[in-house]
């Protein structure tokens, strides 16, 4: 069996891609598969499109970018990603989404701020090691 590693940030960056995805083509589905009730609110769809392209957009060009550049558009996903946590927890205090549904957003933003983080860790040690 081979093993494969992917490191944090290209991990995060697939992710974001294929959310986006899903968001863009199928808002309505993806909205659900995260515990949303877009049949309560029509106008999801069109929120939902709007977060897939940015997720797309961050993705891949956070993918496909090196060095200082990548580092900082780590940062900028962190930033995204805590403010998508911030929200869910606001969220969750307004009871506008389900205990279920806050738990999926909270914990998928999350994992996503604690990837970026554990990410700027690795890259600060490799470049200390490579310095």
């Excluded at 968001?23 to 909205?31: E, F, H, N, W, Y």
């Excluded at 977060?51 to 891949?60: C, K, P, V």
Aim: hydrophobic share 50%.
């Amino acid at each position: 069996m081979v093993a494969i590693h992917i490191d944090p940030v290209t991990g995060l960056s697939l992710g974001r891609i294929a959310i986006g995805t899903g968001a863009l083509v199928a808002p309505s589905t993806t909205a659900r598969v995260l515990g949303l009730d877009p049949a309560s609110n029509p106008q999801l769809d069109y929120l939902g499109r709007m977060f897939g392209a940015r997720e797309i957009a961050l993705g891949a060009v956070t993918l496909v970018s090196r060095g200082a550049l990548r580092r900082n558009l780590t940062v900028v996903g962190i930033a995204v990603d805590g403010a998508d946590l911030a929200n869910g927890v606001i969220e969750l205090g307004q009871r506008n989404v389900t205990k279920l549904a806050s738990g999926m957003l909270i914990g998928a933003a999350a994992g996503a701020v604690g990837s970026g983080l554990l990410a700027l860790v690795r890259g600060r040690r490799q470049s200390r090691q490579g310095a």
